[in-house]
């Protein structure tokens, strides 16, 4: 749907309920290691469109800019491509430097800590991990958003407008889970009209092989070990990389 007036098959459709991941066994599981390319993604075609958010918030460390892997890149356009007209798909980050990993880790826990006073360190590193993954660059269990295979995803209008999708970016509260609007007895209109841009965000990913991060509405994966591990498959095919450098390009072509 969107407009609200044009209907959408995807939107009927509920969106599953799946566990929370299982960290420690996902990241047990095999990495192919991949060298496909980072793409920066504020270069894609509409209906696609960039808001690099954590740069925008003057987080440190974040980039002005939303890296993929190539075949996200291709597969983020064609998930756009298929949205009615009149909608479009906004990427708000992707490829994530560690030290931005760190720091949104730490922050959560830290508002965590001082929320709940009565929790002890087990407990809060657990509220703090469904929101934000355990920063690591270990090669065979990288942070998701560090293989440039993980991306944070919504909706606009046409004029670019992102659309109320039940709850903000990034709150870190039980109404970003992916199905939480789907278990409400009675909801709101504007519930409804959430839920349902859910739905067919959900759908459009999951046609072009995206899974999606129970936790985040917003969380989609393609190649990395959370991909692996919720679609089945026996490996990943994305570990850590980081945008190609000047620097870098200069060694390469000195031998």
């Known amino acids: 749907m969107m407009p ?10 509920p969106i599953p309920s799946l566990a929370e991941p299982p960290w420690e066994t996902l990241s047990r599981l095999p990495i192919a290691a991949s060298d496909e390319r980072l793409l920066p993604l504020s270069l894609a075609p509409e209906p696609v469109k960039t808001f690099p958010a954590y740069a925008r918030l003057g987080i440190p460390g974040a980039v002005p800019e ?15 491509r298929s949205l009615p007209t009149g909608l479009g798909l906004v990427v708000l980050d ?20 001082s929320r709940y006073d009565d929790l002890d360190e087990t407990a809060l590193l657990a509220r703090t991990r469904e929101f934000v993954a355990m920063p690591s660059r270990d090669p065979v269990a990288p942070s998701p958003h560090l293989t440039g295979g993980a991306v944070d995803v919504t909706l606009c209008d046409a004029d670019g407008v ?48 995206f899974t999606n991060l129970p936790s985040e509405w917003w969380h989609y994966d393609f190649g990395d070990q959370l991909w692996a591990h919720y679609g089945g498959h026996r490996q990943a095919l994305y570990g850590p990389t980081e945008p190609e450098t000047l620097e870098h390009r200069w060694r390469q072509s000195l031998g």
């Open 66 to 80: 939303c890296y993929v892997r190539e075949g996200v890149h291709r597969r983020l356009l064609a998930a756009a």
């Open 162 to 209: 992102m659309l109320d999708m039940g709850s903000l970016f990034d709150e870190a509260s039980a109404a970003s889970h992916s199905d939480h609007l789907e278990r409400l007895d009675a909801p709101s209109e504007a519930q409804r009209r959430a839920r349902d841009r859910r739905r067919l965000l959900y759908h459009a990913m999951a046609e072009q092989g």
């Open 4 to 13: 609200d007036s044009t209907p959408d098959s995807r939107c009927l459709t």
């Open 94 to 113: 992707g490829w994530r430097p560690w030290r931005v990993q760190q720091y949104l880790f730490d922050t959560l826990f830290e508002a965590l800590q």
